[in-house]
């Protein structure tokens, strides 16, 4: 069975301009999740949503939003680009994004933004 | 202070020594705990998880978890060179967000 798919690997954008990244989650997930993981740092939480519905936003502004589709594969976009938002973008997936259940991880897609 | 802290390391171990990771979290409301381990340029694989106080074992690995200390920790027994990467701590309050402490990086000597 194939793990949690992200595309592209690597990106780069200059400031300013828009960026969508894109997941699948693991056959049989309905959750997804979005993390932004800055170099030397732990990934840190910025959606969650399970069916199509947004369950969760991490701290992050507006620029950033998000949505989940009928077949529970989810894009992020970030809107006009700064130079912070350089960082591995991750999904993840779960069954249902309960209390105990784990978190896979897909490859992530590496951001530059110049 | 950080909701989940970890010694950033890097923790040195001789192979086939007995390596210890650490981890506080500052929520006593958090109810999962989770292992991740990240090698350089690749993503978190989740590794071990725990929800009760005690040892939890899985092969080479033990998670320990203390919820009154509020403290977690991984036991990697018989170290392997394989094994040097960076383990991110993670902990879950709440139904949808997992917190992530820094990161130890281990580096285990052939």
């Known amino acids: 069975d194939a793990g949690v798919t992200q595309s592209p690997t690597h990106l780069i954008k200059t400031r300013g301009q828009q960026v969508t990244l894109r997941c699948s989650p693991i056959s049989g997930h309905k959750s997804v999740s979005w993390y932004q993981q800055v170099l030397g740092q732990g990934p840190q939480f910025i959606f969650q949503?399970?069916?199509?519905?947004?369950?969760g936003r991490g701290n992050f502004p507006d620029r950033f939003s998000a949505r989940q589709f009928p077949n529970y594969s989810s894009e992020l976009n970030v809107n006009a680009l700064l130079l912070g938002d350089s960082a591995l973008y991750l999904c993840a997936s779960s069954l249902q994004g309960g209390g105990s259940e784990k978190l896979f991880f897909g490859s992530g897609t590496q951001l530059s933004v110049l | 202070q950080k909701e989940v802290e970890q010694n950033s390391g890097p923790l040195s171990v001789p192979e086939g020594a007995i390596a210890s990771l650490n981890c506080t979290y500052s929520?006593?409301?958090?109810?999962?705990f989770f292992w991740y381990r990240q090698y350089s340029g690749k993503s978190p694989e989740l590794i071990m998880f725990?929800?009760?106080?005690g040892d939890k074992e899985d092969g080479r690995f033990t998670a320990q978890l203390n919820k009154a200390s509020q403290y977690v920790s991984l036991l990697i027994r018989d170290s392997q060179p394989s094994d040097s990467a960076t383990y991110l701590c993670a902990v879950r309050r709440s139904s949808y967000k997992l917190i992530f402490g820094s990161g130890t990086r281990l580096l285990v000597r052939p």
């Open positions: 949503y399970y069916e199509k519905e947004e369950r």
């Open positions: 725990i929800y009760s106080n």
């Open positions: 929520d006593r409301g958090s109810q999962s």
